[in-house]
T-cell receptor
């Protein structure tokens, strides 16, 4: 069964450093998403991406965050200057599209980011 | 604005008991989707079910069943004859058809004791 993959599974970084989280969505999917989950809390939407541009973003997704689809398979989330409060599990998700109806979002296994 | 409320923070049952996880949602959209996800201790999110707002038919999948009541804006999840492997955090989520953003509830931590 096709699945969303994410690398790395764990990332430790120093405050102020840039990090890039990588995702490979399911190959025929056209919508891509990033969510985050701070330890012990609920999953929060960050951003959705379609047709090489951001469709929607939350208030969490400020200027420190950016997303990119550098080639036909990868979807990345960059945090320019990490803060302690960026420590969380980051989930990538993708969905297909059928006309204007979006199919179920399939989630990757997550990248656990720890900012020291 | 959309909102999902999972009033039960933690539930503990003994194996083979039935357990129902509650989910109440708020939305102004006439078309929307509801989801349940399981998050085991390993941390990944496992999709369990999607239900659209036009389909109020209840669904059963093995030991899992879902009760969608549009009149009360609820989408409850029942596990029959619970097992230790069902121990996880369960999230209810809501999304708009044409936006893709999913709003999650706070989650219910289910512990099934042997």
């Amino acid at each position: 069964e096709p699945e969303v993959t994410q690398t790395p599974s764990h990332q430790v970084t120093q405050m102020g450093q840039e990090v890039i989280l990588h995702c490979v969505p399911i190959s025929n999917h056209l919508y891509f998403y990033w969510y985050r989950q701070i330890l012990g809390q609920k999953v929060e939407f960050l951003v959705s991406f379609y047709n090489n541009e951001i469709s929607e973003k939350s208030e969490i997704f400020d200027d420190q965050f950016s997303v990119e689809r550098p080639d036909g398979s990868n979807f990345t989330l960059k945090i320019r200057s990490t803060k302690l409060e960026d420590s969380a599990m980051y989930f990538c998700a993708s969905s297909a599209t059928s006309g204007r109806i979006r199919e179920t979002q399939y989630f990757g296994p997550g990248t656990r980011l720890l900012v020291l | 604005a959309q909102k999902v409320t999972q009033a039960q923070t933690e539930i503990s049952v003994v194996e083979k008991e039935d357990v129902t996880l509650d989910c109440v949602y708020e939305t102004r959209d006439t078309t929307y989707y509801l989801f349940w996800y399981k998050q085991p201790p390993s941390g990944e999110l496992v999709f369990l079910i999607r239900r659209n707002s036009f389909d109020e038919q209840n669904e059963i999948s093995g030991r899992y069943s879902w009760n969608f009541q549009k009149s009360t804006s609820s989408f409850n999840f029942t596990i029959t004859a619970s097992q230790v492997v069902d121990s996880a955090v369960y999230f209810c989520a809501l999304s708009r058809t044409n936006a893709g953003k999913s709003t999650f509830g706070d989650g219910t931590t289910l512990t099934v004791k042997p």
